[in-house]
């Protein structure tokens, strides 16, 4: 059963996460094998759901991890895992791009699959980006375009 419709797009540094995850699932699945009564009530029902439902976060996360391309984070255009600032007529706005598991707007995680995102993607410091929003057409400037994780390497970062 396939559970993706189509490949996703993850960074090295998204790859890790949900490595991690799996990593944290595995132990949750394994601790409550080792103390059924820890989970619920110790109800077999409960812990035959709890365990199910372990499994399927495990299995959707590996199908992820198999079927994902995996991109570079590193370069100066805007490109899966970059930190972008935008300038516009309400200011500065600064987001992620993300694949479309980790985004959140809210959080300033937006998708690659996004308008926005589409719009972005490939674009280079200092263009100026066209979309249209819930608000209608908007129109943005990239001021910064950076890598996430670029771990203090100062010379990948530009600013306009």
Same mark, same amino acid.
């Given at each position: 059963m396939?559970?993706?419709q189509?490949?996703?797009?993850?960074?090295?540094?998204?790859?890790?996460?949900?490595?991690?995850?799996?990593?944290c699932?595995?132990?949750?699945?394994?601790d409550?094998?080792d103390?059924p009564?820890?989970?619920?009530?110790?109800?077999?029902g409960?812990?035959?759901?709890?365990?199910?439902a372990?499994e399927? #976060?495990? !299995?959707r996360? $590996? *199908?992820?991890?198999?079927?994902?391309?995996l +991109?570079?984070?590193?370069?100066?255009?805007?490109?899966?895992?970059?930190?972008?600032?935008?300038?516009?007529?309400?200011?500065?706005?600064?987001f992620?791009?993300?694949?479309?598991?980790a985004a959140?707007?809210?959080?300033?995680?937006?998708?690659?699959?996004s308008?926005l995102? #589409?719009? !972005?993607?490939? $674009? *280079?410091?200092?263009?100026e980006?066209?979309? +249209?929003?819930?608000?209608?057409?908007r129109r943005?400037?990239?001021?910064?375009?950076r890598p996430?994780?670029?771990?203090?390497?100062g010379?990948?970062?530009?600013t306009a």
């Open positions: 396939q559970l993706l189509q490949r996703a797009l993850i960074t090295l540094q998204g790859k890790q996460e949900l490595m991690a995850e799996i990593a699932l595995r132990q949750i699945r394994q409550i094998l103390d009564q820890s989970c619920g009530d110790g109800d077999a409960a812990i035959h759901n709890e365990l199910s372990v399927k #976060q495990i !299995l996360l $590996r *199908e992820v991890l198999t079927s994902a391309t +991109v570079d984070d590193s370069a100066l255009v805007v490109a899966i895992g970059s930190q972008v600032t935008l300038l516009g007529e309400q200011g500065r706005e600064t992620t791009i993300s694949g479309p598991l959140n707007p809210y959080f300033g995680n937006i998708s690659y699959e308008p995102g #589409q719009a !972005l993607l490939g $674009r *280079e410091l200092g263009d980006v066209e979309w +249209v929003s819930a608000k209608g057409q943005l400037r990239i001021v910064d375009v996430v994780g670029g771990g203090g390497s010379s990948l970062r530009r």
